[in-house]
């Protein structure tokens, strides 16, 4: 196991610059820290606890997701994974991040430079740097709604989309609908192609022809609403699948721009039941993510990978949410 | 909520003898006791524990597993389980099933006679009565490698097959192989399923093709091993994907019979890391499920379910472990 006197001679630099580095010292420069804990990260140093007391630390990486407010989808998220911590000792902290503050070091040296001893992320796109960097990490790691495939010491929670589609084109099945299009946005997520496939799956289990004419996807939003909702219209789609509720949200208003009535003229379903989804206009039909439980979920799986549990995925139920922007199919004259 | 009232109300019996079906007396006949039993879970009757010190139970219901000896893939899943439970303050009680056994009585009705609160379940089959009755199932259960699509209160626990056979066809390619086969058997299971898809999807993943040549699957170990493996090997398999290593063993001592050296000629890998596995000739490369670990998180998914955490899907990491059975792809004369 190397020592701090390995990274002390590697970089010919005192035993005692390499200790402030590792214990956030104030007198030593950011450059020479950052050198210090990449080098120690390189010969595989780890960090001990020395004093037993000494606080274990977590952190919950957060980006592109709001988390301040009750009504953010982050907000219940880190309550949840906050309140199985605490109570098992754990010292928690949020940390705000950025495609910048990932590309200036490792997602190890960060780690190690502020001892912690892993991290529940939250909000990463597939293009993050530490994407990258967890491919190979050696401190645990769980990723809400993001998958690495060959680290088993990064681990997945989040809500079994297949089991949400499953849900909705049932649902909607029952309604008399069989031209059920798609719309999504957002191709650099994972999550975001997970749901188109379980998309595709929930057609072919209920042996409906996916119809492509009545499939959108693209990176931008205004090109969902102003490009391909028009066209899903006139191709008399009866109902639309939407992969999150705020472009289900952003096709209700267009919708009623473009002179169509819902439910009666065309059904929408969203996926995640933000806060302003009952609030929509008509209230919004979509699947539940339960924030709380997926925290709560985020926290078991980060211990299970502290005690040598290889977790690769924790997936919870879909929850599907009934409201008023979804109904009978309407009948096209043939 | 429904008394035990109403259920001697409704078969016009006193509540003293409904009393006694519910604890388990002896002195009341057995298709009585049934009938009790099967009224309760009609009208949704649940039994509150009224002495605070009376013991909380769960059971571990086992069919097709061999479980007693250390070496049965059951084993270390019951120990596993054990040790979670255990501690928590659960008494855990191992039933066999049979099909026989399941078709006298409901699942619930199982389980309120005998006040188990929670089941984990090893071993059933898509065929199991059970499996119809876990679909509406009101008593939390988690299944080893079974899913239940549509009701919260059944989770699921497993290994991911999907990196699994990533990890083996991935091996294999840097190997040089192309010509990857697959034999399966088994059909009547959810898991016999998943590993032919996840097979299918790895393939795809490494950009090779599937030659459904090379593909052989059938509910007969001796079709799979006398008539589909003479033809992989005819048709110029460089290397055999196996659904278990029970199979993989069988294709290990038909090869030689055949006059195939393993791994010059063909290569072969299993799924599961059974104990005989690393005793096969040659020992036998595999994808290992830590039981231990399964046995664990089947726990930890029971206790969720119990606390009104509706986990889906509990998946541990694969393990690929590199023995004697496979080695570089052999070159035909073209």
């Avoid at 989040?158 to 191709?187: A, P, Q």
């Avoid at 509720?245 to 009623?256: G, S």
Wanted: proline share 4%; with cysteine; charged share 20%.
């Amino acid at each position: 196991m190397p020592t701090i006197n390995d990274i002390a001679a590697k970089l010919g630099v005192s035993k005692s610059t390499v200790s402030k580095a590792l214990n956030n010292a104030e007198d030593i420069s950011q450059s020479l820290r950052k050198k210090i804990l990449e080098t120690a990260v390189e010969i595989g140093y780890e960090k001990k606890r020395i004093r037993k007391n000494a606080p274990k630390k977590l952190c919950i990486l957060v980006e592109n997701m709001d988390y301040k407010n009750p009504s953010g989808f982050g907000h219940d998220l880190v309550i949840g994974f906050e309140q199985m911590a605490v109570p098992a000792g754990w010292e928690v902290d949020l940390v705000v991040m950025s495609p910048e503050k990932q590309s200036q070091t490792s997602y190890d040296a960060f780690m190690l430079g502020h001892q912690y001893e892993g991290a529940f992320i939250l909000g990463f796109s597939l293009l993050d740097p530490w994407m990258q960097d967890l491919k190979t990490a050696r401190t645990p790691a769980v990723l809400y709604d993001n998958y690495i495939l060959e680290n088993p010491l990064v681990a997945y929670v989040g809500v079994n989309s297949d089991e949400g589609f499953h849900m909705s084109v049932s649902y909607l099945k029952k309604l008399g609908h069989r031209r059920i299009g798609y719309l999504g946005c957002n191709m650099d997520s994972q999550i975001s192609r997970e749901r188109y496939q379980a998309y595709l799956r929930a057609m072919e289990l209920h042996k409906l022809d996916v119809n492509m004419d009545l499939v959108g996807r693209s990176p931008f939003i205004s090109k969902c609403i102003q490009e391909y909702l028009p066209l899903l219209l006139k191709r008399q789609a009866t109902a639309i699948l939407c992969e999150h509720d705020q472009l289900a949200n952003a096709v209700l208003i267009h919708c009623a721009e473009l002179g169509f009535r819902i439910p009666e003229d065309i059904s929408v379903i969203g996926f995640d039941d933000a806060a302003f989804s009952a609030y929509a206009s008509p209230p919004l039909t979509t699947i539940r993510q339960n924030q709380n439980a997926l925290g709560r979920c985020g926290y078991y799986a980060l211990a299970s990978l502290l005690n040598n549990t290889f977790i690769s995925s924790l997936l919870l139920r879909a929850e599907l949410i009934e409201r008023d922007s979804t109904g009978p199919a309407r009948r096209f004259p043939s």
